[in-house]
């Protein structure tokens, strides 16, 4: 191959709007899945900048790159934006010095492809290269080869196997923290045990003959907790008339029996633990993705058919509560979590259950599922939290996870692309007009902003 060829201006420069190079750009959609090749921008703890490549279907590992006292994490999106905007591009492509002072990388799983694609820095095209071309490139620059990428197929979660989860925590537990593994998994992560308020409200959920004037005695013999079910009922997002003043005025009037049991459950449990400090570049919208997520299975419970409408206020909360197991493993893992944050940014292409199961033996839906029924929390809860990313369950209590899984769909940032994946089969279960779920959706998207965020307040109020 020669400079020609590949349109270099520079021996290791090359040129993206050179004819040669402008000739091998296709349409993205050409690229099967397994022929693109992805890249992520790092910098080191002594700032160095690398570009490291693997195929798409893998995740990358921060620690095989590791050398001597270097560290490696991604590159901030503000710096990455500032290297990638005097070069006019959109996106990194994985060829030598397209941008100045960045070392590239590649891992050895990018050479077994007959073909590979890679970015072009624009959105909607690809290069193409076929494996000899793309070799003889990264020879002609000297660009390191190593391994440092896992095929997501070896970090596979466990969606289909409940019954192990108690066994897979414990092995991840015993080897992270290397004690001796104990008989309860609550004794062993060293969560504080719960509130005799919340006992309470879980005693009376067990219970058919509970009256609201004994529920509300409950809620106020815990003040903070009285405090914030007052304020949610007063929330502008519920549009009650008037002011309420008392428990008993919040249920009757605004929230009713069952959504008042279950968001007094919700709050005390969420005032279990609290928010990492450490996140992926910063993430600090917790409690705002809970509220929506809670919000969206809300909307879309009440679409269905009134006899085949799940318990309203049990839906609400398992979406209130579906993202738990991300405090709980902040919590159990310190250490461990915040290399899982830098995984993370290195990987945003990866599913979180995939790096969990990879760094940390289980994933946050197992752990927080296995911690909620220890707790004694309905099985409903327990089972759509652990069954939420999976749409082939239809077990017991299959409402509750389908709803939390076509919430997830809706409100991912690829929206557009998660719902064509959606198999019909969801719809069919839930009973639900996928007309009728998009509507339900847009009609939250349009929810006063300044609503949403006064129910997001009063979560994080409870945590100051």
Request: net charge negative.
């Amino acid at each position: 191959m020669n400079e020609t060829a590949m349109g270099l201006k520079h021996p290791t420069v090359i040129d993206l709007q050179a004819p040669e190079t402008q000739a091998r750009r296709v349409a993205r959609h050409t690229a099967a899945p397994h022929q693109l090749l992805r890249s992520t921008l790092l910098q080191s703890t002594d700032g160095r900048l690398m570009q490291a490549v693997f195929p798409a279907p893998c995740l990358l590992d921060l620690q095989a790159l590791q050398r001597a006292d270097t560290e490696w994490r991604a590159m901030p999106p503000t710096l990455r934006g500032h290297l990638l905007k005097p070069q006019q591009l959109e996106s990194m492509p994985a060829l030598p010095g397209t941008v100045p002072d960045v070392t590239l990388r590649v891992d050895e799983q990018c050479l077994t492809l007959d073909t590979v694609f890679v970015e072009s820095g624009h959105a909607e095209y690809l290069l193409k290269f076929t494996r000899d071309e793309y070799q003889a490139l990264l020879h002609e620059h000297s660009v390191e080869i190593d391994h440092f990428a896992i095929p997501l197929t070896q970090t596979r979660p466990n969606l289909d196997a409940p019954q192990q989860d108690e066994q897979e925590i414990r092995q991840a537990v015993d080897t992270i923290t290397r004690r001796r593994v104990r008989a309860r998994l609550a004794e062993e992560i060293e969560i504080a045990p719960l509130p005799i308020s919340t006992q309470q409200l879980m005693a009376l959920r067990d219970r058919e003959d509970v009256s609201t004037h004994e529920l509300a005695n409950v809620i106020e013999s815990d003040p903070s907790l009285a405090s914030q079910v007052i304020s949610w009922a007063n929330s502008p997002y519920y549009g009650a008339p008037g002011t309420v003043r008392s428990i008993h005025d919040a249920v009757i009037r605004v929230l009713g029996f069952d959504l008042t049991m279950n968001l007094a459950l919700g709050l005390a449990l969420s005032r279990q633990l609290q928010l990492p400090k450490d996140g992926v570049h910063g993430y600090q919208h917790f409690w705002r993705d809970a509220v929506k997520r809670a919000l969206m299975v809300d909307a879309f419970a009440r679409i269905m058919p009134p006899l085949s409408r799940p318990i309203s206020g049990l839906a609400y909360i398992a979406g209130l509560l579906h993202n738990f197991g991300y405090l709980i493993l902040a919590e159990v893992f310190p250490p461990y979590f915040s290399l899982y944050c830098r995984y993370q940014e290195a990987n945003p292409h990866v599913p979180p259950m995939y790096l969990e199961r990879f760094l940390f033996g289980i994933t946050r839906e197992q752990i927080a599922s296995h911690l909620f029924q220890t707790w004694g929390l309905p099985e409903a809860m327990c089972t759509a939290v652990r069954h939420q990313h999976n749409p082939r369950y239809h077990g017991d209590h299959f409402k509750y996870a389908n709803l939390l899984y076509l919430a997830h769909q809706y409100q991912h940032p690829y929206r557009e692309q998660q719902l064509k994946r959606v198999p019909a089969a969801i719809y069919e279960r839930l009973e639900l007009d996928p007309e009728l779920a998009l509507t339900a959706w847009q009609r939250l998207e349009e929810v006063e902003t300044e609503q949403v965020s006064e129910l997001v307040r009063l979560l994080e109020h409870g945590h100051g």
